[in-house]
């Protein structure tokens, strides 16, 4: 597998005539790692679901696709549940399933019980979806994001409440993805997280500021006293995608 290239041509969202992403344009190559940083309410979810296809954007989102399975798989930024809804963590899984409907929960599936046992997530399988855990509803959400054998994944936010031992092993996860051939693109928050893993850092504030090497554009911000400070220090709009054209 390898999964595709990724380009934003003037890509931007308006609301009322509010730019929440003014144009954007870079290349994201395939097979990659490539996270998503910047302060919050700089658009880095917003640039994360208009290439999932979730927003009515402007400009044009490209994927250059290497093999014929083209297919995407979305992890969304982590909402509540209602403890109440009677669906169980299994139920909600069939649902992502382009295969299997719900009713035919108790069908063995191979497919599912591959990403069962991969995210680790057996023991959660009768639980009710609204009394997991924060960190056991988001390695739900990642093995519905996984479930159909996506070529690239999009994660919002995949880190977030999810303790040391869990964020070390949905780490494995995208690696052993990454080893595949498949194209990884994330918001991420955690500079550690980005450094040690990512092959390129996009940042957004408003619109694409800056795209290269994570430790070409975090370096020099290593201690910043505030995201403000981040902001004033180096970014300005990118000029070339040399190095990271597909």
């Not at 597998?1 to 290349?27: C, E, H, R, W």
């Not at 992502?96 to 069908?107: A, I």
């Not at 290269?212 to 400070?229: F, K």
Request: with cysteine; net charge neutral.
């Amino acid at each position: 597998m390898t999964g595709p290239t990724l380009i934003l041509d003037k890509v931007a969202f308006y609301i009322q005539n509010n730019a929440l992403l003014a144009p954007s344009s870079t290349t994201l190559f395939g097979g990659g790692w490539h996270a998503i940083a910047g302060p919050n309410g700089g658009g880095k979810s917003t640039l994360l679901k208009a290439i999932a296809g979730l927003l009515n954007h402007q400009g044009n989102i490209t994927l250059q696709w290497h093999n014929d399975a083209k297919t995407v798989g979305y992890m969304p930024q982590l909402s509540p549940f209602d403890a109440s809804l009677p669906i169980t963590s299994s139920d909600f899984l069939r649902m992502h399933s382009d295969k299997q409907p719900v009713w035919q929960r108790y069908k063995k599936n191979p497919k599912i019980e591959t990403v069962i046992e991969k995210v680790g997530i057996n023991s959660l399988l009768n639980k009710r979806i609204g009394t997991l855990s924060t960190g056991e509803r988001q390695r739900v959400l990642l093995a519905c994001a996984l479930l159909n054998e996506p070529s690239i994944l999009l994660l919002d936010e995949p880190m977030a409440g999810v303790d040391k031992q869990g964020r070390a092993h949905i780490l494995r996860l995208l690696q052993s993805f990454k080893e595949t051939g498949g194209t990884l693109i994330m918001v991420e928050h955690d500079w550690q997280i980005i450094q040690d893993c990512c092959d390129t850092l996009v940042w957004v504030d408003g619109e694409i500021l800056a795209h290269d090497a994570p430790e070409v554009i975090l370096t020099p911000l290593q201690a910043p006293t505030s995201l403000q400070a981040v902001n004033n220090t180096v970014y300005r709009p990118i000029k070339s995608e040399r190095h990271y054209a597909g």
